[in-house]
């Protein structure tokens, strides 16, 4: 567990201090908000440029806000299928329904532009809190959650400069450790198989490093646009034999995805070939499946329960008014050892 920060309060930036920050009256910004038209130019430009600077959201419910809560919580997830969110959106649900909050749900789908068009939305009806996933977002994402004051929770990733709260673990730390493990079983043959999603590219980037330090520089790498996908597992193995023809010692292939790596080993089974004598394969997640592929998938586990609940909870901790001990939550990962790979002896 690391703890960080226990600045407690934020507070929101108003209508007046965009009025303050324009040289105009509160009712002129009021105006350009609600009647731009009625509104002289040079003034919309003023204002307009104060907005940006303070990251000002306009509460369009502020009339009926004004005297209670809207016991909603919004979170938004990169994606819905991969049961790695599932699991935290679950866990978020449960506990935040039994303190009678609703969840509002929005996917981002990886991008951050995306993220900040739903961000713009959901501050405008000023929920109780915001729970996202990963710390990285735009410029103009950071100054409006920041600016509204309202209680923000990041997951799946640390960082050094989180928003307010925070939930999660080194994406770096477990490329890191995936590579010493296998490095120390004996592999020297690495093929790296991954999707653009940032905080999967610094495990990768980790990853590499890692076995850089070791001597073992030449790792095969792929990647793909998109969500992961079965498929890429299959292509991406007939593209690494098909370049690397003739018998050699095994592949290890390391997968960003436990999906992608499924599709390793269907292709492995497709083309005769024993695992892990003649190929190994290393997947990211321990999704429901993993310990019930053939064979049995290696696999770095990540609690997403224990992420859901945990960034439930300091959310509930903050709205309570409760002094926070910490408001950074390492929850760590482990590597799970199956029969995909050698030198194994079951779960540690």
């Known amino acids: 567990m690391a703890a960080q920060g226990k600045e407690q309060a934020r507070t929101a930036v108003t209508l007046s201090d965009v009025a303050r920050l324009a040289g105009v009256a509160p009712m002129t910004v009021s105006r350009y908000l609600n009647q731009p038209d009625a509104v002289r130019e040079a003034t919309r430009l003023k204002v307009r440029r104060a907005i940006e600077q303070t990251g000002y959201v306009h509460n369009r419910l502020a009339g009926s ?31 935040l329904a039994k ?8 996917v981002s789908g990886y991008q951050s532009q995306q993220e900040q068009d739903l961000l713009e939305v959901i501050l405008s009806r000023r929920p109780d809190g915001i729970i996202l996933t990963g710390t990285m977002h735009t410029t103009a994402s950071r100054n409006r959650l920041r600016a509204t004051g309202v209680p923000v929770v990041e ?18 730390r477990a490329g890191r450790e995936v590579a010493r493990t296998l490095a120390g079983q004996g592999y020297r043959r690495f093929a790296l198989f991954a999707v653009d999603d940032p905080r999967g590219l610094r495990r990768a980037d980790s990853f590499v490093a890692t076995l850089a330090e070791q001597d073992i520089g030449d790792v095969y790498r792929q990647t793909w646009q998109g969500l992961p996908a079965l498929e890429q597992g299959r292509v991406g193995l ?24 499924q599709g390793v080993l269907t292709e ?38 224990l992420m859901g609940d945990t960034a ?12 926070q001990a910490q408001t950074t939550v390492d929850i760590g990962f482990s590597l799970v050892h199956r029969d995909s790979t050698a030198n194994t002896a079951g779960e540690r």
């Open 99 to 106: 303190a009678g909050y609703q969840v509002l749900l929005g």
């Open 238 to 261: 007939r593209q690494l034999l098909r370049e690397n023809p003739g018998e050699q010692a095994p592949w290890m292939v390391v997968c960003t995805s436990d999906t992608i790596a």
């Open 155 to 172: 997951t799946w990733d640390l960082s050094d400069e989180p928003i307010d709260m925070l939930v999660g673990f080194s994406h770096e």
């Open 268 to 305: 492995a089974a497709a083309r005769g070939l024993r695992v892990p004598e003649q190929l190994a394969v290393m997947g990211f997640g321990d999704m429901a499946f993993a310990a019930h592929t053939f064979p049995a998938l290696s696999t770095v586990r990540i609690d997403g329960k």
């Open 65 to 95: 806000l004004k005297s209670s809560r809207t016991r909603l919580v919004a979170l938004v997830v990169p994606m819905v299928t991969n049961p790695l969110f599932s699991d935290t959106f679950q866990a978020i649900n449960e506990r």
């Open 312 to 323: 439930a909870g300091l959310l509930l901790e903050r709205l309570a008014g409760v002094e």
